[in-house]
């Protein structure tokens, strides 16, 4: 199969990336994309490497970077409308550049794939998906995130996977066929990381929100009553007086974020409330990846992820949180070897190549 994946990467780590790397926008594509995808962001290119292990042809794109995708159409003589009027919010939609699909349908073009996989539902849109149509033969939208079930808005796509197993019937409710697929880890991660040091006793790294309200309370709980560190997005809405600013670090991407966790006792997780009853994210995987004792949300099927109590730990309560929290502290060896189990499960039961060979079993059924 030839498979392109869209991918999207946030402003912010785009942003930060540049700053880190200001030479990085004056190089040519190939060279922009080793760089960017050896920062090991989202997936980075952990879908293509993985897949082409079992013979597949298959390329990532980060679809809504325009620096990357704009020296991309100044190799390959790919011209686009440049934007107007920017600055005046009635007209400036009227006069804005087409840069984005008229790159990514010249990419779709010259790839010529059998499927095209979005990392995102949303973009590239359901206009611009609906005109690809007759080029490509599926096309697959993947969600691990809340959702509108609308077969209009999403009538697009041939196939939906999602890690959320409660998804599936939902989707395959309005008529869009739907696979549950699970997040994974890349072992190719760990060449990245020094040996940890283990200098944070508890971190989260993730998004703190006003959408997290009830999250934000048990951390809030937890910042008054035992050390923990954050590190993520969203801190700026948080209330001047709340208890986590002090201990907030900041955004942390890629591999940073993984070095952290790697440096850290007990890694604390938390799902977003469209999980409902369901373990899905990724820190499931990040932590136990890297070697951390992972401390996560009970959920009903977490069992089928991991062993509960020998390869992770759960908790059902702020209060029971930091009990086992301080309990894992100062019992060393019971950490480490759920730290050390989890980390041999993931290695052994969910790692990207694993899971490209799921993924690749589910497109071939609908090709």
């Not at 209330?239 to 670090?249: A, F, G, L, V």
């Not at 900041?250 to 997780?269: F, R, T």
């Not at 373990?279 to 401390?295: D, H, K, P, Q």
């Not at 694993?354 to 993924?359: C, D, G, S, T």
Request: aromatic share 12%; charged share 30%.
């Amino acid at each position: 199969m030839r498979i392109l994946i869209l991918d999207t990467y946030y402003p912010a780590f785009q942003e930060h990336f540049y700053r880190k790397y200001p030479e990085a926008a004056q190089k040519r594509y190939a060279e922009q994309k080793t760089a960017l995808f050896a920062e090991c962001f989202g997936t980075a290119d952990f879908y293509s490497t993985n897949l082409k292990k079992f013979g597949h042809d298959a390329e990532e794109l980060i679809v809504n970077n325009e620096i990357l995708q704009k020296q991309w159409a100044k190799e390959h003589g790919v011209f686009y409308k440049k934007a107007y009027f920017s600055n005046i919010p009635k007209i400036r939609n009227y006069f804005a550049s087409d840069w984005q699909e008229k790159i990514l349908e010249a990419q779709i073009q010259e790839f010529k794939p059998d499927v095209l996989y979005c990392q995102s539902l949303s973009m590239p849109n359901a206009g611009f998906l609906g005109r690809m149509k007759k080029h490509i033969k599926l096309i697959v939208g993947q969600v691990a995130s809340p959702v509108v079930f609308d077969k209009k808005a999403l009538g697009a796509f041939d196939l939906i996977t999602t890690s959320f197993p409660h998804f599936v019937e939902r989707f395959r409710k309005i008529g869009i066929a739907s696979e549950y697929f699970k997040i994974g880890f890349e072992p190719r991660v760990l060449d990245k990381l020094a040996p940890p040091q283990k200098k944070y006793n508890t971190v989260f790294v993730g998004g703190i929100s006003k959408r997290h309200a009830e999250s934000i309370d048990a951390f809030e709980y937890l910042s008054r009553n035992t050390g923990i560190d954050f590190w993520g997005y969203g801190s700026n809405e948080l209330p001047p007086d709340s208890p986590i600013r002090e201990k907030h670090h900041g955004e942390a991407w890629g591999i940073e974020m993984y070095d952290i966790l790697h440096n850290a006792k007990i890694s604390v997780n938390r799902h977003i409330d469209a999980a409902e009853n369901f373990a899905n994210n990724m820190r499931l995987y990040e932590s136990t990846g890297v070697g951390t004792m992972l401390i996560t949300d009970h959920k009903d099927n977490l069992h089928e992820l991991f062993e509960v109590g020998k390869e992770v730990e759960t908790y059902r309560t702020k209060e029971e949180l930091l009990e086992k929290i301080q309990h894992y502290l100062t019992h060393e060896e019971e950490r480490e070897k759920i730290a050390q189990a989890g980390q041999q499960r993931t290695l052994k039961d969910h790692t990207y190549e694993i899971r490209m060979k799921e993924l690749a079993v589910i497109l071939e059924k609908y090709l």
